[in-house]
């Protein structure tokens, strides 16, 4: 559907003031009001219309880019109405919430519960709380996922009642409040005429009943304290601050309902070997002066088992070296990132008057004469080569 022009959906000229504006839109707000056009698809259109013209001739950022580019100037882009914005039109309840601005604090709140209308009808569900749990975990069970056993303490449904709250069947009346419906309907005089709201009884919590009976065991709430251990399967990939969540594994409701879920946050051990960098693990090893200047074969631990990796002859210290497929796996399946391997040359701190002499010697010869820097000097320009 082509869009209205903003100013001509409102029925302002071009120069209205920001107070023109705002009556213009009350006035249609009101004239469209889904309280008094029930079901009547056209004066909801024309309300979310309005709502729409309202909030860019409202915003004078927004007011002037319209006026420059029309409604091209609208859609995305920088400063535009981003993510949440007209793309998918307005919702009823952004615009009630706007209406507190319009129509002064009252309306705000007043219809802030329309877009719980339709929807749910009958009892409210109670639903438990979440629990939350941290784990810790090493780099081998990241590596390779795990099953983790954690012990709860939390609420589950009493045995005794069946988490009801109740000591049997017959220890309910009918809520007076609401009669059973768990709901109750406000008449409020608003600006737009009377207005009906409904809101959960606030005398039963919805339920709709009134226990006389309580459980002994539970004291009326239907929950007890207790420990359960829970298993959950941790994938392999898994990140610090990562939060997993298992459905139903949380606090039993009040009074029967559904259960909260339970959140693992995830930890990771430091490891004394590796640094983890994203799905690459950094390694570093340190070979000696001759393994640096003859080349050799060293054992290097992964994060599986160990490798013999080949050092070059003339290795200098910082030459990273790359293990394929011996990182952290991917989590979402992709793979499996790198080991890298940081070269390091130990220089020995003390040395025996013959390797004094040995050193001396070398120290004339031709190779060893001359210190020259390696290109790409320092080790950032290097790193960031090589993830290039
Ligand atoms: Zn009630
Ligand atoms: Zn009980």
Redesign the pocket.
């Known amino acids: 559907m082509a869009k209205r022009d903003y100013y001509k959906v409102l029925g302002v000229d071009k120069n209205a003031n920001a107070d023109d504006i705002k009556k213009a839109y009350r006035k249609a707000a009101i004239k469209y009001h889904p309280d008094k056009n029930p079901g009547d698809k056209e004066a909801e259109d024309k309300f979310k219309e309005a709502a729409e013209a309202y909030d860019v001739l409202s915003n004078p950022d927004k007011r002037a880019r319209y006026d420059q580019f029309g409604h091209a100037g609208m859609n995305g882009g920088a400063g535009g109405f981003g993510g949440g914005g007209f793309g998918g039109g307005f919702s009823m309840e952004d615009i009630f919430r706007n209406f507190g601005d319009i129509f002064g604090g009252h309306f705000g709140g007043g219809f802030g519960g329309f877009g719980g209308f339709g929807g749910d009808s009958g009892q409210r569900v109670n639903r438990g709380s979440d629990l939350r749990i941290k784990v810790t975990l090493s780099l081998k069970e990241i590596v390779n996922g795990t099953t983790k056993k954690l012990k709860i303490n939390k609420l589950t449904a009493?045995?005794?009642?069946?988490?009801?709250?109740?000591k049997d069947s017959n220890s309910y009346n009918t809520c007076p409040t609401c009669g059973g419906s768990g709901r109750v309907t406000e008449i409020v005089n608003t600006f737009f005429g009377r207005t009906q709201t409904v809101t959960t009884c606030k005398h039963c919590g919805g339920e709709g009943k009134i226990i006389t009976t309580?459980?002994?065991?539970?004291?009326?709430?239907?929950?007890?304290k207790a420990e359960e251990v829970v298993e959950v399967k941790i994938p392999a990939g898994v990140g610090e601050g990562m939060q997993l969540s298992v459905n139903g594994k949380g606090n039993a409701a009040r009074h029967g309902g559904v259960n909260g879920d339970l959140l693992v946050l995830i930890e990771e051990q430091n490891d004394p070997d590796f640094t983890r960098d994203g799905n690459d693990l950094i390694y570093n090893l340190n070979i000696t002066i001759p393994t640096a200047v003859l080349g050799g074969e060293v054992e290097v631990p992964t994060v599986d088992s160990k490798v013999k990796i080949k050092i070059e002859p003339g290795t200098h210290a910082g030459k990273i070296l790359r293990l394929r497929g011996k990182g952290v796996p991917d989590l979402n399946g992709y793979g499996r990132g790198d080991q890298l391997i940081v070269i390091d040359i130990t220089v020995p701190s003390k040395v025996t008057s013959e390797e004094r002499k040995l050193f001396e010697q070398l120290a004339d010869k031709p190779s060893f004469k001359k210190a020259e820097s390696v290109k790409n000097q320092n080790i950032f320009d290097r790193m960031h080569n090589f993830f290039r």
């Open positions: 009493c045995d005794k009642c069946g988490g009801t709250g109740a309580p459980c002994d065991k539970c004291r009326g709430e239907g929950t007890v």
